[in-house]
């Protein structure tokens, strides 16, 4: 079969691969769609601490089941699928206390192990959702569960003010789930682009931070108060700073990104402010299903979401124009059909 393999930074090819072997209780997909993300790119410039080389990349996947031989009755051939990327080992601290997506020993597609841009992928059907929606569709499903995840995290509701940092694919999941909880929701980036379909898409106050004074208009928007809650999905030691900074007194600061360089905090105000500072992980369950209720329920916007897709023979090219030009795409799709 056809794969994407990411051979070392800056040098990602299609080459011929050993189809998978299906094993007892596994299922055998055929691969229908791949999007690119932030961390593939970050593997593709050398900047991705998990990833070894060689690697085939792709977590991001809508599938059709070829073969079931689990004995999951969801999953009879035909059906189509969005699928959660991540291992969990069962016996580490995380998985005792049902919190897989945080399996210290977690291996996700295209990262630790070998992912889905290929023909052909084997995987086990508890990391499987049906669902009757678009190839597109079910390909934004996993992005927009991490972001998600971490609304569960802030604890987010209604009577909330949540900040997000970030339009990226993660950001907007974030943006999306606090919007769906009712929160009154303000998305953070320096792209107009971004923040101008966030803002159409939810509904929500856009700040482009390169053009206005951060503080000020949380101030302005919050009464002086700041946020109650506030998302990193970003990943820089500014915005790792910030988020700490601006969040109101007893806030909760939740971190997906990780930032590239190390950060230096004033630490007092963790103290001072007595906030609540969370790790967001990967996803769960529920995060999968409640992104699959709100795209059936029309409430996900797609084809705007989605900048440019390819077929998987232009993929390494489309890879080293996003690094090019990171700003100039939202999101990128890899076709196998």
Known sequence: MKALVLKKPGKA???????????????LLRVR????????????????PLVSYPRILGHEVSATVLENISRDSRL?????????????????????????????FNETLGVQRDGALSDFVALPPERLFPASLTFKELCLVEPLTVGFHAASRGRITASDTVAVFGCGGVGLGAVAASSS???????????????DFARVAFGVIAIN????????????????????????????????????????????????????QPVSYETKQFVQKELDILGSRNAEIEDFNAVIRLFEAGKLPVEQFVSLVVPLEEAPEALRSWSENPSGFKKILVSLD
């Open 13 to 27: 090819t299609i080459e011929t691969v050993p189809d998978p072997v299906l094993t007892p209780g596994n299922v």
């Open 33 to 48: 769609m791949v999007g690119f993300c932030g961390s593939d790119l970050n593997s593709f410039r050398g900047l991705n």
């Open 76 to 104: 009879s051939a035909g059906t189509e699928v969005a699928v959660s990327p991540y291992s969990s080992c069962g016996k580490c601290a995380s998985c005792l206390r049902a919190r897989t997506n945080a399996c210290q």
């Open 181 to 195: 909880r009712g929160a009154r929701t303000i998305s953070i980036d320096v792209d107009d682009e971004k923040l």
């Open 209 to 260: 931070s390169a053009r206005e004074s951060l503080r000020e208009r949380l101030a302005e928007i919050t009464d002086g108060r700041g946020p109650d809650v506030i998302i990193e999905a970003v990943g820089t030691p500014e915005t790792f700073r910030a988020a700490v900074e601006e969040v109101a007194y007893t806030g909760r600061v939740v971190y997906i990104g990780y930032s590239k």
